[in-house]
């Protein structure tokens, strides 16, 4: 699609008449109290696993997992940038442990003695260790994430008795305990699943991708994929206090001008996926709340596959980073709802991740890189991006189209359905695409090590692999650990600058997430996951 029909299409879209849009059922007259007890939430994609540990888990299907399962600890609140409640990255709070005593290499929980599953089954400390085990074996993204907090191997947890989990360290790492705060550490049912597991699938990750088996805050009761999930509380749960929202119905709507209606008529309680314009005009609209939070350690950014010529070509990838149509990207797409990750004007590098790079949009500049890497009538390439996330995607990628024509890149646009779309980004085969990455740990080697370093993990999109880059990462993480503030500044500057040297992804812009909720809709947290915390949410 062209940038006109394009455009075109998103107002036609857009201008939807909200009468055409049907009311959900739940929220009949004759269902008044059923309503007060329950939030409608639309978005445009949803789940395609219910388990965190599942292969290629969506982000969506991150919600899922926090929200019905519990981890040993989470993180206590502050006030965010914007004022609202924003997740403590240095605190830390019990959830499924009553307490937590960190030694010199280990630390040790207290299972609360009254926490059960959502069969009534009580959680024990074997049930820790199977899940803990199950996260550092079944490979891919959740084995990486425990590995970014020093959490490799089973030997590691030890039952001490029947309420009793230790976690050994194999090295100091500052990123060890934040990392079990994480989504991917939480306590699934080890004997129910175990019942439906098989040879060829020890964990039960078949079973566990269309049932949750935790014992959080809420359960799954009924999910069509593509289309709705249906959360009840779990009225047992002692994970904190208990949710005054008794039902969640969250429900696929694709079209953006729908959901839109949707929360104007007040039918809909909360989307946060809504086009940028959109968010933009609904902040004049006084029956609504919107809520703007820079994503924690995360960008959007264009990665190219340095495997694959031509992006295996350094100067290649340079000509690119001028070509992009950063301000166009930032004014048509983003609507200022979003920090520009370009055109740093001199000055030292920051301690600190994100931060601008400074390249800026140079048509002349990129056209002579790619003259001096040998293409100077440019080459054709395809440019791929999430289906799911199509309301910034595809005219971010209309613009890049246009943009790098001007320097002979013809670009074919790839649209990959959302529940494909992290499948497609593990197998590293496309050249050229865009991304969304937040790191879970706020911290720039945590970035680093998932999106940079030589382990090529499924964050390096980009396949990207450098000694020198390895060799900076592992000084930060090492001088964090000791304490050795010197030793880390000088680490994160140099990976920093190596990174905007190579350029194997280019930032754009550091996104925000937004949030539209009825004035009646309150509680709302941001989280390092960016997904709803349904726990806290109430409904007046």
Same mark, same amino acid.
């Given at each position: 699609m062209d940038r006109r029909g394009f455009l075109k299409s998103a107002s036609a879209s857009a201008a939807l008449s909200a009468a055409s849009v049907s009311a959900p059922a739940v929220f009949s007259p004759a269902q008044a109290q059923a309503r007060a007890e329950t939030l409608l939430i639309v978005s445009e994609s949803g789940p395609n696993?219910?388990?965190?540990?599942? +292969?290629?888990?969506?982000?969506?299907?991150?919600?899922?997992?926090?929200?019905?399962?519990?981890?040993?600890?989470?993180?206590?609140?502050?006030?965010? #940038?914007?004022?609202?409640?924003?997740?403590?990255?240095?605190? &830390?709070?019990?959830?499924?442990? =009553?307490? @937590?005593?960190?030694?010199?290499?280990?630390v040790t929980f207290r299972l609360k003695k009254n926490a059960t599953f959502q069969d009534g089954t009580p959680?024990?400390?074997?049930? +820790?260790?199977?899940?803990?085990?199950?996260?550092?074996?079944?490979?891919? !993204?959740?084995?990486?994430?425990m590995k970014a907090?020093?959490?490799?191997?089973?030997?590691? &947890?030890?039952?001490?008795?029947?309420?009793?989990?230790?976690?050994? !360290?194999?090295?100091?790492?500052?990123?060890?305990?934040?990392?079990?705060?994480?989504? +991917?550490?939480?306590?699934?049912?080890? =004997?129910?699943?175990?019942?439906?597991?098989?040879?060829?699938?020890?964990?039960?990750?078949?079973?566990?991708?269309q049932n949750t088996a935790g014992s959080g805050a809420y359960k799954v009761t009924k999910w069509t994929p593509g289309? =709705?999930?249906?959360?009840?509380?779990n009225e047992n749960w002692v994970g904190g206090d208990l949710p005054k929202v008794r039902r969640i119905i969250w429900?696929?709507?694709?079209?953006?001008?729908?959901?839109?209606?949707?929360?104007?008529?007040?039918?809909?309680?909360?989307?946060?996926d809504l086009p940028n314009k959109d968010f933009a005009e609904l902040k004049g609209n006084a029956k609504l709340s919107i809520v703007s939070t820079p994503y924690s350690n995360g960008i959007q950014y264009i990665g190219m596959n340095v495997?694959?010529?031509? &992006?295996?070509?350094?100067?290649?990838?340079?000509?690119?980073?001028?070509?992009?149509?950063?301000?166009?990207?930032?004014?048509?797409?983003?609507?200022?709802?979003?920090?520009? @990750? !370009?055109?740093?004007?001199?000055?030292?590098?920051?301690?600190?991740? #994100?931060?601008?790079?400074?390249?800026?949009?140079?048509?002349?500049?990129?056209?002579?890189?790619?003259?001096?890497a040998g293409h100077p009538n440019g080459f054709e390439t395809t440019l791929s991006f999430d289906l799911g996330f199509a309301g910034v995607n595809e005219p971010l990628c209309v613009l890049?189209?246009?943009?790098?024509a001007q320097i002979g890149i013809k670009t074919v646009i790839n649209k990959i359905p959302g529940a494909n779309w992290r499948t497609e980004l593990n197998k590293k085969e496309m050249p050229l695409f865009t991304n969304v990455f937040s790191g879970w740990?706020?911290?720039?080697?945590?970035? &680093?090590?998932?999106?940079?370093?030589?382990?090529?993990?499924? !964050?390096?999109?980009?396949?990207?692999?450098s000694p020198e880059m390895d060799r900076l990462i592992a000084g930060g993480r090492e001088a964090a650990a000791i304490g050795d503030e010197a030793g880390y500044d000088k680490s994160v500057r140099g990976f920093v600058d190596l990174a905007f040297a190579d350029m194997p992804r280019i930032p754009l812009f550091q996104p925000y997430v937004n949030v539209a909720m009825q004035k009646n809709v309150s509680g709302y947290q941001y989280w390092f996951h960016r997904r709803l915390d349904y726990r806290a949410l109430v409904k007046s």
């Open positions: 696993n219910l388990d965190i540990h599942g +292969v290629g888990t969506n982000v969506p299907g991150y919600e899922a997992s926090w929200n019905c399962y519990d981890r040993l600890i989470s993180h206590e609140m502050k006030a965010g #940038p914007n004022g609202v409640p924003y997740y403590d990255r240095d605190k &830390f709070k019990p959830e499924l442990a =009553e307490d @937590m005593k960190t030694g010199d290499m280990s959680v024990t400390a074997k049930d +820790v260790k199977w899940s803990l085990d199950r996260a550092v074996s079944v490979g891919g !993204f959740p084995t990486f994430q907090g020093s959490l490799e191997k089973p030997e590691q &947890f030890v039952v001490v008795d029947e309420r009793t989990i230790r976690v050994d !360290f194999i090295r100091k790492d500052r990123l060890t305990i934040p990392d079990l705060a994480v989504i +991917v550490p939480c306590v699934v049912n080890s =004997e129910l699943v175990k019942k439906h597991a098989t040879p060829t699938d020890p964990w039960g990750l078949e079973y566990t991708k289309t =709705e999930v249906i959360f009840e509380r429900r696929m709507v694709p079209s953006a001008g729908n959901r839109r209606a949707l929360l104007e008529r007040g039918d809909a309680d909360i989307s946060y495997k694959k010529p031509p &992006f295996d070509n350094p100067k290649v990838r340079q000509a690119v980073a001028y070509a992009l149509p950063y301000q166009k990207i930032m004014d048509a797409v983003m609507f200022g709802l979003a920090e520009p @990750m !370009f055109g740093r004007k001199g000055g030292e590098t920051k301690v600190a991740w #994100p931060q601008p790079h400074g390249y800026d949009t140079d048509i002349a500049k990129a056209k002579q890189l790619l003259a001096e890049v189209q246009e943009s790098l740990l706020d911290y720039p080697e945590y970035f &680093f090590f998932w999106c940079y370093d030589g382990s090529n993990s499924i !964050f390096n999109t980009m396949s990207y692999q």
